[in-house]
């Protein structure tokens, strides 16, 4: 009998996915014990796993995995603590749905982002409300799977949790390589509504304290923005990019007016410059360039020991799809 037939046996299974991501069967567990049989039955046979929400917001190189594991069953909302200010939302929860929610009681993750929540977390990517960080930082916990197969639980629902390793923050970033989110705790704060205001001297507006300053370049044209509380101008920026420039904290508009390419956003006090139509691999001289679409290999351009150690911790059979190649 072929493996798919026994994966079948184990959730529901269905046709693989093609183009940027291929892979021969997408797997849809409706538990975290199905998660758990899934990773296992891919040690036995020595197949490789791909991890997605929805699979909208891909990042890194092209996937050729044989089992695509979605959360989007794992899609409960369990908890909303209006009073110690927390969400415990599954995986597969969509992100807006999450926020429209939120909204409803009074509060809200102050990110914008178009896919799952376990893909918010995963992804770790800076929202236009830049002073307040990123996604890690919001994470207080999580239930996560492990490349063993193994359903462990790290961190708490509070920030006053601080002893043992901090492995929900290690998975922020890592884009499923080290391990799946099926359930995680975050940080939340009384809703409130932003506008953006085009500004000249951005030093002016920290007296305003604004939630975030970006800057958008579009060819030789830069504008820069204070994202201001209260009702007013809302434009969209484009949630999909070529490539991501790393580079120092309070430098991002800097370095953003010696950057030739389409379309770019530096988001100030993030360290991130994000863009579309540059030359990765000409910027990669000056700069920590990571390639985000349309890449075969080494897309981020750079390698940490300290991953590697995590890997082989957490995954040593290296059963998660390599996105550090």
């Known amino acids: 009998m072929d493996w798919v037939d026994e994966v079948g046996k184990i959730s529901e299974t269905r046709e693989g996915s093609s183009s940027n991501v291929i892979t021969r069967i997408n797997v849809f567990p409706s538990s975290y014990e199905e998660v758990s049989e899934i990773i296992k039955f891919a040690i036995k046979n020595n197949l490789k ?53 939120l909204k409803s009681h009074g509060l809200q993750i102050p990110f914008l982002y178009s896919g799952t929540t376990g893909g918010f977390a995963s992804t770790n990517l800076p929202s236009i409300l830049t002073w307040y960080g990123y996604p890690k930082d919001w994470l207080l916990g999580a239930k996560i799977a492990t490349g063993l197969g193994e359903i462990i639980k790290s961190g708490s629902k509070t920030t006053k949790f601080s002893s043992g390793y901090k492995i929900w923050k290690a998975l922020s970033g890592a884009l499923g390589w080290l391990g799946i989110y099926l359930e995680i705790n975050i940080r939340l704060i009384p809703y409130q509504n932003f506008h953006f205001e085009e500004i000249k001297n951005y030093e002016e507006y920290f007296k305003r304290r604004p939630l975030g300053i970006i800057s958008v370049k579009e060819g030789n044209n830069i504008k820069i923005y204070a994202v201001i509380r209260g009702e007013g101008k809302i434009f969209e920026i484009p949630k999909k990019y070529d490539a991501s420039i790393v580079t120092v904290r309070g430098k991002e508009i800097d370095v953003l007016k010696e950057i030739e390419g389409d379309y770019c956003v530096a988001y100030y006090g993030n360290g991130l410059i994000r863009c579309n139509g540059i030359d990765v691999e000409g910027l990669r001289s000056q700069f920590v360039v990571i390639k985000e679409r349309n890449c075969a290999s080494n897309c981020f351009g750079y390698n940490y020991e300290a991953i590697s150690m995590l890997k082989n911790s957490l995954d040593p059979n290296g059963i998660f799809f390599n996105i550090f190649q």
């Open 49 to 101: 796993i791909y991890p997605f929400g929805k699979n909208s917001n891909h990042i890194g190189p092209n996937v050729n995995a044989d089992i695509g594991l979605s959360t989007e069953k794992l899609n409960r909302i369990i908890d909303i603590s209006e009073e110690d200010l927390y969400v415990t939302a599954q995986a597969g929860v969509d992100f807006q749905y999450l926020s429209n929610v």
